[in-house]
Nanobody
Framework: QVQLMESGGGSVHAGGSLRLSCAVSRYTSSRYCMGWFRQAPGKEREGVAA???????????RYADSVKGRFTISQDNAKNTLYLQMNSLKPEDTAMYYC??????????????????WGQGTQVTVSS
């Protein structure tokens, strides 16, 4: 079993930055697909970014078009932590952000059905 815990959410003004963290309880495989998703009130959950990790190295990253150039996904294997650096935040980025993990595979996309484990979420609010 893998447990994920997000932190780092908060309230910022448009143009500001936040860094979300996701603590991973343990790795059960040397290969992982990990991702960030978000869900705004009244909307479906959408994929934001994903990263494939193999033997502690980053293999590839993927981003939703809406966040490309503004968000960066990364991982620190030594700290068992996944990050999402969010810059140039917009009011439309307001949502609950979730991290997710799927051991043993490469990320083929940022699709909910790919992921096995989910965190509880952290709220991000961007005011204009």
């Amino acid at each position: 079993q893998v447990q994920l815990m997000e932190s780092g959410g908060g309230s910022v003004h448009a143009g500001g930055s936040l860094r979300l963290s996701c603590a991973v309880s343990r790795y059960t495989s040397s290969r992982y697909c990990m991702g960030w998703f978000r869900q705004a009130p009244g909307k479906e959950r959408e994929g934001v970014a994903a990263i494939t990790i193999d033997d502690t190295s980053t293999i590839n990253t993927r981003y939703a078009d809406s966040v490309k150039g503004r968000f960066t996904i990364s991982q620190d294997n030594a700290k068992n932590t996944l990050y999402l650096q969010m810059n140039s935040l917009k009011p439309e980025d307001t949502a609950m952000y979730y991290c997710a993990a799927r051991p043993g595979v490469y990320c083929s996309g940022i699709v909910q059905g790919l992921f096995t484990y989910w965190g509880q979420g952290t709220q991000v609010t961007v005011s204009s």
